[in-house]
Structure formats: C-alpha cells, structure tokens
C-alpha cells in the first residue's frame, strides 16, 4: 500500500502510526473535498492487521467543500478633491476641457490666492470666458488671468473674478474724428445786392472795348 500512496516502505513502520498521519487525515480530506465517501475496515488476522478493506461510494449529492481562493480587492482610489473640482468645473467649461496637469497648476495658484473660495472664483472666470466671445484662446486667458491675480496679491491688493463682465457691445471697424468745420451746420451767407451804379460802369467798359476793337478790324481790311 505503501508503495501504491507514494510512501517509502521503510517509513511509518508501526501501523498506528500510518493509519493516524497518513490513512485517516487523507480519508477525512477526501471525504469533504470530493463527492466520494470512503470509509475502510481493517481486517485482522489474530492481533496484528493483515488486510484493509475500502469502500468508496459515489454521492453526488454531497456538496462540495472546495478551498475558497480569497481575491485581493484592490480597493478603488477616491479621486482627489482637486480632481473632483476639476470634474465639475469640466461640466461649465465650453468648447474647451481643463486636463488633469494643467488643472493642478491652476489650482495651486488659486488656492493661494483664495485659499477658502477657490472653486466659486474659477467658476466665475469659466463663466466669464464662455460669454466673451473676444476670448480666442480660454486656457491662456485663464492662466494669464490667475498669473495677474498672484501679482496684484503679491502686492498686497485683493481681487475677485465675481466682477467680471462680458462685453454686451462691441465697436465695428474704426471711428474717425471728423474736423468740427466739418459738421458745421451753419447756414450759408446771402448773396450780395446788385449795384446799379457798378452795373452802368460795366456796360459802358464793355462798348469801348467794342468800338475798339471795330475800328482794329477795319485797319487791317486790304482795299481794292
């Protein structure tokens, strides 16, 4: 039997000493893990034991006791508040999204600056730059806004974005200054009154230089 079960005959010579560590711990193994029940009787022969005898039944029945193989949950990570925050103000931001790199710089700087109002400022600057339409660039705008916020904290002055507001009108192409004589709405003056001495003069002006010229015009009329 030895051989049979993988034990080296000169092992376990005493049979109490077999059926106590090896027969019996594998039996009861069998029994619970397998849908097998097997039990043995030990035939003797005077006092020692000269025969074992098993009995091996099919039970299909029997539930199955397997090992239960304990999975590591790895446990989700809460997201950081500061990406929360990020998440949320993603939700506001029009046509353009706050990556996770740049939002952490952003956010460093504005916690300096408000540090108990952080998220309430960057929603009014969202805000502000989704409706002013001269904005080309939202995320340059909003750095250079954050950047000019930390200067003018720097220097001890106190700053909000809830003041910001969006241009409602926006001058079309370039106005010139016109000359005041320009748009001068003074009336014309009126025409000077005739003059009947002046007039007579001019007629009398206008007969000599006739005549004149009439008597030219005969001096130079060859004669026959």
Known sequence: MKDKIGIEANTYKQYGHFKSRVLQPSITELNKKTDLTIDFKEIKKGRSIERIEF???????????????????????????????RVRLNTLADAYQFDTAFFVQLHQGASLIWPDNVEQELEWLIRYVNDEQTVKNPLGFIKSKITSSWEIHEAGGQITFADLQPMKERPTGRQEKLPEWFTSKDKPQEAAKPNPELNKEKDQLLKKLAEKKGQLSKKDTPTS
Not at 71 to 84: D, G
Request: charged content about 45%.
């Open 55 to 85: 009995t091996i039944r099919h039970t299909p029945e029997k539930e199955l006791q397997l090992p239960k193989h304990k999975e590591k949950q790895k446990k989700a990570k809460k997201p950081s508040e500061t990406e929360q925050m």
